[in-house]
């Protein structure tokens, strides 16, 4: 896994004469592993075709904020809620004094001001400007809204002066994003993650199981490797790729689920119950294939052991959290699953919309522990599991 694996980059480019630059600051994003989406600004596409960028980044180039058709699903705050981070690069000094001024006069200003992502800017232009009170003041006013500047460099310029203001090499570019997304926030954390379905046998062809992919699991394990933990996989039946590098664990059914978490339980930090455990597996599963006939079968199910109950009896039970799928009388059963199983919070989310959830690449959801409780809108499952490692982490950490 790289460092921008699964990051949403919107790359912005503005009218500056290094947005000639700007293909090779997507090739380099993407070596790293991110998908990127350009905006163009009008001066950009001056000294860049829109072809160019969309060959390279293999997505529409977007450059109009009066595109009808864009607009429809309201495209520049789509824009800005799919990015991880945001990178403007070349940023022209007018760029950047437009969004000091908080102006949302054309696509790229607008979905800055949209989003609440990170937001980098690599200026590029006449060492005279760079250094010039008014460029200096408005880029003083993003540092301190929080935007990050990937500083120019000092060198031979386009025009023919001598001095700082050339756009930052593309790998240091791509580097500085890169380096946004690392966090130390669970480094020394051990963490062990139950996903995917369980499968229980009826006989030797046919089961009882459910709809989970194990993709919500699978991104609570990226945003934990990202923020620095040490992370386990209890696996069920998954259809997702699984996140390298993790120590995994491959079971069926829920015996084998409960037996592989016991004996990794000890000195973990924190356990995500994320799997969907069977609450039933079968009495006497045939040892041979059921023949059909015209009577009617009766399967005995017995209960299943509750992991996420028993992990949270033990003696040093690690920081528990556990995930409610419902499908009626959401809030109430969530709470009342946080208070039976004595877990530290549970993330509930509504399976009964066919449009998220289960197989899903997206999902909706509220964190709830005995404090409060945080609902997390819709988004995508790669974004919805770094807001709730984040929330762990200030939390419990
Ligand atoms: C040949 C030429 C080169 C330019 N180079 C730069 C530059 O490197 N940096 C900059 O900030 N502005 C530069 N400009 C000015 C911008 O293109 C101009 O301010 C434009 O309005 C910026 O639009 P935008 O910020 O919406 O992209 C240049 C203009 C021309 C004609």
New binding site residues.
């Given amino acids: 896994m790289s460092i921008l694996t699964n990051k949403c980059i919107v790359l912005g480019v ?5 947005a000639y630059k700007s293909p090779d600051i997507v090739r380099r994003l993407q070596d790293l592993g991110a998908e990127v989406r350009v905006i163009l ?4 596409a ?2 860049i075709t829109e072809l160019s960028l969309q060959a390279t980044s293999k997505n529409k180039v977007q450059n109009n904020l009066w595109d009808k058709e864009a607009e429809l699903s309201m495209g520049h705050i789509e824009l800005a809620k799919w990015a991880d981070a945001l990178l403007i690069a ?1 940023a ?4 950047i004094a ?1 969004l000091a001024a908080g102006k949302a006069c ?1 696509l790229l200003s607008s979905v800055i001001l949209a989003s609440d992502c990170p937001t980098l800017i690599a200026p ?3 060492q005279q ?1 760079y250094t010039s009170n008014s460029v200096q003041d408005n880029l003083a006013t993003l540092v301190q809204r929080g935007i990050q500047i990937i500083d120019p460099e000092n060198g031979v310029q ?1 025009c023919g002066d001598i001095g700082e203001g050339r756009l930052a090499e593309s790998d240091e570019i791509a580097k500085q994003v890169g380096l946004m997304f690392q966090s130390t926030k669970m480094s020394g954390k051990k963490v062990l993650i139950t996903l995917g379905a369980t499968i229980e046998a009826i006989d030797p062809v046919r089961y009882l199981s459910n709809h989970s992919s194990g993709k919500m699991g699978m991104a609570l394990a990226d945003a934990c490797i990202e923020a620095g933990a040490q992370v386990t996989l209890i696996l069920g039946d998954v259809s997702t790729s699984i996140s390298k590098p993790s120590k995994q664990i491959f079971v069926t059914s829920a015996e084998q689920m409960y037996r592989s978490v016991m004996e990794n339980i000890n000195d973990q930090t924190i356990f995500i119950a994320c799997a969907a455990v069977s609450d039933y597996s079968v009495k006497n599963p045939k040892n041979h294939k059921i023949k059909k006939s015209d009577k009617t079968l009766t399967i005995e199910l017995v209960p299943t052991k509750d992991i996420l109950k028993d992990v949270c009896q033990l003696p040093q039970k690690p920081i528990c959290i556990g995930f409610a799928a419902e499908t009626q009388n959401l809030l109430e059963n969530a709470n009342n699953k946080l208070k039976n199983k004595g877990c530290d919070a549970i993330i509930l989310n509504d399976v009964s919309c066919t449009d998220l959830g289960f197989k899903s690449d997206e999902n909706e959801v509220v964190f709830i522990d005995q404090k409060s409780s945080i609902k997390l809108a819709k988004n995508s499952k790669q974004k919805l599991g770094r807001k709730i490692i984040e929330i762990i982490s200030e939390k419990f950490l």
Wanted: proline residues 4%.
């Fill in positions: 503005s009218g500056s004469i290094a600004t009008q001066g950009g001056k000294f070349p022209s000094a007018n760029t437009n054309d590029a232009m006449n400007m386009a």
